[in-house]
């Protein structure tokens, strides 16, 4: 499985953007989807999750700012980023859980998201 995210760039605080990761190769192998994130310094984070029905979690630092979604026809994860805050500035890593495993075994290469204030 490949995972191939777009979407980050810089943007003032108080604004949007959206991410997208579009899965490829043994999509059939994948079931829940999400969004992690690491700041400089930092450890990596859970954003957001969502599995192949439709059921999501999030961390609360992004609850009712962040969306998560997903289009199963397309592969394809969303997350629409508002109100962003720049503590919210990180590289975004897309990545899924293996049905074989159930650990998250496929990561994308990571889109940096900078939030100036």
């Known amino acids: 499985v490949q995972l191939q995210a777009f979407g980050g760039g810089l943007v003032q605080a108080g604004g949007s953007l959206r991410l997208s990761c579009t899965a490829s190769?043994?999509?059939?192998?994948?079931?829940?989807m999400g969004w992690y994130r690491q700041a400089p310094g930092n450890q990596r984070e859970l954003v957001a999750t969502i599995t192949s029905g439709g059921t999501t979690v999030y961390a609360d630092s992004v609850k009712g700012r962040f969306t998560i979604s997903r289009d199963n026809a397309k592969n394809t994860v969303y997350l629409q980023m508002n109100s962003l805050k720049s503590e919210d500035t990180a590289v975004y890593y897309c990545a899924a859980l293996s049905r074989a495993t159930w650990t998250y075994d496929y990561w994308g290469q990571g889109t940096l998201v900078t939030v100036s204030s």
């Open positions: 190769g043994s999509i059939f192998s994948i079931e829940t």
